[in-house]
């Protein structure tokens, strides 16, 4: 077994897609691993995505409560949603953000990078901080439900760090941009 | 449309599942999202994981670089892995610590827990911090390829903060983990 980390290990031999949407494709690939094996791996492919991080100017930082089918639940979040065709991210930043808080921003300023998981995606997201942000009324898809939450950006620092916001992405990425909000705060 | 957090908005009609498989399951499900309208929704099932952040005594963490193939990419992460059945949160979380790294520790403590990505799986995540970990060699599944990497805790967690570890469940991980690790570090 080579583990040279500058090789490709896993070569690809067949692909074959179970399904194709706007959200995502379900793939599975017939993958040549090495050493005479061949193995099936199935994975889902996604739509690269931002996160965004709302900071009002006086301090507060939206977040949204929004219902998530997967887990039947309601899921504490940031805005956050997959790059349309054409768009560049800071566009995709901003749409994002008047959608889902109606929001505008002075600026949108980029504070880091992830992959949302990738076990079983090759989704990965970029993150913003949008600062000197106005709320306003969101303008929801058909198949959205989420609500407003608006909270001082210390509180939302806090829960973010001591695990009072279950989605992973959207906890990480407010602590990608813990040190800007601060620079903001001070 | 309501948005009453209280309630479900969202019921299921009827499940078809493309694929089934140890790792994951392509699931599409007839959702009725109210006011007469049905759509389509496709998820991956994902049986519920463990992410360990391993602190030696001597104040390191143990990371791992793994070869993902959805990104097609080597990928700084922490030892994590689904739950075997019969196995608990605790066995789990041990089990992949010396599978992966070689591990022993002396307390397995958890520190929080995250949905992975839950726009498009049920995947959600316990996380443990082991403390006075001895690392050893690792035992890899046919399918895994890694190396370990360990490094002072405290670089760790300014990786985390400054967006150097790419996985975004491992990363958060670290940062849940974060202050249980300085309280062992003063």
């Known amino acids: 077994m080579s583990q040279d980390e500058q090789a490709e290990p896993f070569q690809l031999v067949e692909s074959e897609y179970l399904l194709r949407s706007p959200w995502r494709n379900f793939r599975v690939d017939r993958v040549d691993i090495g050493g005479g094996r061949e193995i099936k791996y199935s994975y889902v492919e996604a739509p690269q995505a931002v996160y965004v991080v709302p900071l009002t100017s006086d301090g507060q930082i939206a977040l949204i409560r929004q ?28 749409r994002e953000l008047s959608e889902e808080v109606g929001g505008e921003c002075q600026e949108m300023l980029h504070v880091g990078s992830f992959y949302n998981c990738a076990a079983h995606t090759n989704l990965s997201s970029e993150v913003f901080l949008a600062t000197g942000v106005k709320l306003g009324v969101a303008h929801l898809e058909e198949t959205e439900r989420l609500v407003q939450l608006v909270l001082p950006a210390r509180e939302v620092l806090a829960l973010a760090h001591q695990g009072g916001i279950a989605d992973s992405q959207s906890a990480y990425s407010i602590l990608l941009a813990e040190r800007y909000i601060l620079a903001r705060l001070s």
């Open 67 to 94: 219902y998530r089918y997967p887990i039947r639940a309601w899921e504490l979040e940031i805005p956050a949603g997959s790059i349309d065709d054409q768009e560049d991210l800071i566009e995709a930043a901003k």
